[in-house]
């Protein structure tokens, strides 16, 4: 029997590559999102993450349609970077809708379909959930969100047979740079050109960074696991990097992210 695969925000980036490769491998692979993938391959039904009324049809679609869900995907997610003190509120609040709350809603609503075939969830996370890069706090503080919902979520759910990992992907060459918000910096002599720097740095770090092929390789092996792991880092030097964490004091990273990124 063939693998039901949803992948939130398959349209683009990693989630794309990501349908890409599962499809290849033979798997029925479903895109929810708010806009149509152009590979024809790729089943479309319409979605937005923080509605939960869409979730719940667009399931229930596939459902009602393949008889069974095998793996749920959350891709779907968005950036926004600049000073902490500009963010306006609704900003703040659109970021933690899609990239925490949109995780959950899908997990939440997913459930009853992948008990049924001791499915699993994989939550796309972001190194950045562990080095949290200035000027981007609000991106980091939700994908260390997602991270901490994950590991919870696996111990809720262990006793059902559904499986949860969460994968950490560092510097990822994809539209993801193009698409974040930048939050407008007013003429302040204490961020302005902090910001600029560091968001120039950032962008020139991604663009130079792995393929979303890699990333997509990395969830594929989560998937086909017996036992995935619960937390997986993509790329020899990511590993290395959370390796340092167990090394190096909390101010000791923390001064050589200023470095890199807040100078």
Request: proline share 4%.
């Given at each position: ?14 989630g ?10 033979g ?14 391959h790729?089943r ?50 659109k970021?933690i809708?899609?990239?925490?709350i949109g ?23 972001s190194l ?5 890069i ?12 997602v991270?901490s919902f ?10 059902t047979?559904?499986k ?8 990822t060459?994809?539209n ?10 007013k003429d ?19 663009q130079?960074?792995?393929s979303?092929?890699?990333?997509a ?14 937390v ?5 030097k ?9 090394i190096?004091p ?14």
């Open positions: 029997m063939q693998r039901v695969v949803v992948i939130t925000g398959a349209n683009s980036g990693i794309l590559s990501t349908a890409k490769e599962l499809i290849k491998r798997d029925i692979v479903y895109c929810l999102s708010r806009h149509k993938p152009e590979d024809a790729i479309y039904v319409y979605c937005d993450v923080t509605n939960r009324q869409t979730i719940e049809t667009a399931l229930s679609t596939i459902y009602n349609t393949e008889k069974h869900i095998d793996v749920v995907v959350n891709n779907a997610g968005m950036g926004i970077s600049g000073a902490t003190e500009y963010e306006p509120l609704e900003d703040i609040q970021i809708n899609i990239n925490l995780v959950i809603n899908v997990c939440s609503l997913a459930l009853k379909y992948l008990r049924q075939t001791k499915g699993c969830i994989i939550n796309i996370g950045a959930s562990v080095f949290p200035p000027f981007q706090s609000l991106y980091s503080a939700t994908k260390a969100a991270l994950s590991l919870s979520l696996h111990n809720e759910v262990k006793p047979g559904v949860v990992s969460c994968v950490l992907p560092g510097d060459k994809t993801f740079t193009a698409n974040r918000e930048k939050t407008e910096i302040d002599p204490v961020y302005k050109d902090r910001v600029n720097n560091s968001i120039s740095r950032m962008e020139k770090d991604e130079n960074g792995m979303p092929q890699k990333v390789d990395v969830v594929c092996k989560c998937i086909y696991k017996k036992r995935p792991p619960l997986v880092s993509v790329g020899l990511n590993k290395f990097l959370r390796g340092l964490l167990r190096f909390t101010r000791t990273m923390e001064s050589i992210l200023y470095s890199l990124y807040s100078k």
